[in-house]
């Protein structure tokens, strides 16, 4: 059961609503925030790596239970914690996902969660979005899937001792949390997802977007 959390944010752009929305989060055990800001080397994916990997070991340190991850320009709701954390006792999930839309699909509306093909499946699905499975999903309230963004995401203790952020040798085209979520996938976790856990993401420009 999940008591103990670390809320942790990977920051780059913090953006003053995030900010307010960590200090807004409703839990009733204990919570601890941690905000990693070192941004080492300048470029973008190496730094994200360093983070995650900077997080996780902080997390493996201490005795938390789970670590939520909340991204610096994500402004999850107040219940956000509440319902994933319930969700993945419910479920025995590995892994909770809230929901977002992505930011480079502004003109055509992706979310973050990632369709769940079904038992014993080899492939993660695309975007729930894509194939319009987005509304049975919102109607459906809880669904299964195969991992998707970790802009708001509750990881429980056992998963991440056994994965580790990294980028595979010869693979820097992309985010250690794409080759992470991809890991914990083929390793065979429950993934969930509440879509009822809709976050806003802020863009550079200061719009916020909403799934």
Known sequence: MVRDVLVFTPVKRLEAA??????????????TLLMQRDNPTGVGIADHLYQYQRGRETFLSGAWDAMLVVESDIVPPKDGLMRLAGVMDRKEAGVAYGCYMLRADQDRPV??????????????????????????????????????????????????EAHPFEIPRGETWTWCDHYWTRDVFRAGWRMVADTGVQCGHICPDGTLLRV
């Open 18 to 31: 995030t900010v307010a929305a960590l200090m807004g989060l409703v839990w009733p055990g204990a919570l």
């Open 111 to 160: 979310v973050n969660v990632f369709e769940a093909y079904g038992p014993g499946a080899s492939n993660q699905g695309e975007s729930l979005a894509v194939r319009g499975l987005w509304g049975e999903a919102v109607a459906q309230g809880v669904v299964d899937c195969s991992g998707g963004g970790l802009g708001f995401t509750l990881i429980a203790r056992e998963v991440l």
